[in-house]
């Protein structure tokens, strides 16, 4: 499967544990985007990175929340301390370089985040 | 951001056409139409993307209108697997964030 991959698929923690969600982008991708969709609504961007590089993190929030991209292996969503309302779908896409051509992003099928 | 404004949802009878509209009378000249469809369960899956002419692929036509003000994404032949949320969003050229609005919830009917 060449899509993109994200695991696990669903995920459970404890209110206060940490959640690490993983994403490998698409073959010949490295861009990397990861997006959070709260029940009922729209997916809302979160942060958007390159291999080493954090471009635009400015939908994420402040606090227990980071994201890397390293050389090598997939892109980490990390939650720290999770609270009831972490509890969402996340989803990671790929695309190629973006340049002037506007290319489309390729999404995974995310991982649901269950806080108990 | 330019907004756009779709119905919350539609339906269709199973091998007829299918005409998704889209308003975006705020849209400026460097902003692409994206439209994205999201199936149960699943991420979002990229339909078509296209700037001011016509477009089609193997999984639908986008048709955008003379001022640039709306569109309508075309399914030919909806079938069962075509049940879902269709987004439309607006990218201007180099954008890589994507604002997904409350999209069209498309019904097939067998």
């Known amino acids: 499967n060449a899509g993109v991959m994200q695991n696990p698929r669903h995920l459970v923690r404890r209110r206060g544990q940490e959640a690490r969600l993983r994403c490998s982008p698409m073959?010949?991708?490295?861009?990397v985007y990861w997006y959070r969709q709260l029940p009922e609504e729209g997916l809302k961007f979160m942060v958007y990175?390159?291999?080493?590089?954090?471009?635009?993190e400015s939908g994420m929030p402040k606090e227990r929340f980071s994201a890397e991209f390293p050389k090598e292996g997939p892109s980490i969503l990390r939650i720290q301390q999770v609270v009831r309302g972490d509890s969402a779908a996340y989803f990671c896409?790929?695309?190629?370089?973006?340049?002037?051509?506007?290319?489309?992003?390729?999404f995974g099928d995310g991982t649901r985040l269950s806080i108990l | 951001d330019a907004k756009t404004t779709q119905p919350n949802s539609m339906e269709s009878n199973e091998e007829e056409p299918v005409h998704l509209p889209c308003n975006h009378s705020?849209?400026?000249?460097?902003?692409?139409i994206h439209w994205y469809r999201q199936l149960p369960s699943q991420g979002p899956e990229y339909v078509i993307h296209?700037?001011?002419s016509n477009v089609n692929n193997r999984m639908a036509s986008l048709a955008i209108a003379e001022d640039r003000k709306s569109s309508t994404l075309i399914l030919h032949r909806a079938t069962l697997r075509d049940a879902a949320v269709y987004y439309c969003?607006?990218?201007?050229?180099?954008?890589?964030?994507?604002?997904f609005g409350k999209g069209t919830k498309l019904s097939v009917i067998p």
């Open positions: 896409a790929s695309s190629p370089p973006m340049g002037t051509q506007n290319q489309p992003q390729h």
């Open positions: 073959k010949g991708h490295s861009h």
């Open positions: 990175l390159q291999k080493e590089n954090i471009i635009d």
């Open positions: 705020t849209i400026s000249g460097t902003d692409y």
């Open positions: 296209g700037l001011t």
């Open positions: 969003i607006l990218s201007w050229a180099g954008s890589y964030q994507l604002t």
